[in-house]
């Protein structure tokens, strides 16, 4: 990456420092917390501020000031719902000057599609919107516009390494991103990663400062070290039935997140989905199908060493059912899962080893 790194990038929107150090056992009252409104939703961050130079609260405002611009600039760059966005821009075919959290994001969302042998595809945006979960709402797809829409997109095409590909001026025109035997347009929605990355990029501001404690909540979550109680970090997961939509009212059970710093993401498809003729249909894609799943697993909560990759393979799991995406946990040894699923009307769970559901 550039000298224009994303924390670069951030940092130069303030000429305020604030360093803090943390201890593992700080009294409750050194931790802060504050919310806001971003991608959507609303945020959360929860830290310890136990500093050096006995951080005092007034400074808080500097570090939420802070996060509140590092939020706006992932909205800049990456929200599909921002049609003035870096992102809506390239989907509409036009040149753009991508900034660090525009290249990282590809880069790592491309490294993601070869891990999941093509199962998380960021560049499949057009079958979202073909089946009614972009901005298009149309009627379900038959089998030849879902052929033809398969055909004219997905990271199959595209090529890696995106700076390799950008002008001398910084200037990246998407057709320059199409491998040599493809045609046709180039379109990305990272509804897969995006929330998960943006908890990565906001912790990483708090680690620079020296935070040490922390809990990132973007509608995903990314955490480490301790509680104000100096334990480790609790987590509901939501019960996975349709009409929940209140986070953390309808609980199916609560787990404490191994030590050290993890992204904990559920992906469910319980609270998105899709009615046609009085039929449902999931909000999950399957790309290599390009139709929604139809499997019996409800819900997928992953821990993984940070939230994008705990949001893409909470994805993952939900793409390809409970069978698969145990098998892969199990693989794994950096992760950790909890699987809801229907089994003839009850629900089920199935966790990994290192996974306590309580």
Known sequence: MSSDTIFGYIFRLFSAAVILTSVS??????????????????????????????MIKERVQTVRDSVDAILGAIDRSLSGYNRNSLLSRFNEGLTIRPDSLFIDIYDRSYDIYESTAGVVDVASAPLFDIWGFGFKNGQIPDDELVARTMAGCGMRRLRKDMRAYLTESGELDPRRLLDENATGTVALNYNAVAQGYSCDVVARYLYSLGVKDMMVNIGEIYCDGLNPSGKAWTIGI?????????????????????????????????????????????????????????????????????????DAYATYCMVVGLDQAVAFIESSPDLEACLIYDDNGQFRTWTSTGLSLN
């Open 25 to 54: 056992c700080a009294p409750r009252d050194r931790y802060v917390s504050f919310t806001g409104f971003a991608q959507g939703g609303t945020y959360s961050v929860q830290f310890n501020m136990n500093g050096r130079d006995g």
């Open 238 to 310: 939501d019960k996975p039935v349709d009409g929940n939509n209140d986070p953390g009212v309808q609980l199916q059970g609560v787990f404490s997140v191994p030590s050290g710093p993890h992204g904990v993401v559920t992906s469910g498809n319980y609270r998105k989905f899709y009615v046609s003729d009085g039929r449902k249909y999931a909000h999950t894609i399957d790309p290599r199908t390009g139709r929604p799943v139809t499997h019996n697993l409800l819900s997928a909560t992953v821990i993984a060493p940070d939230a994008t990759l705990a």
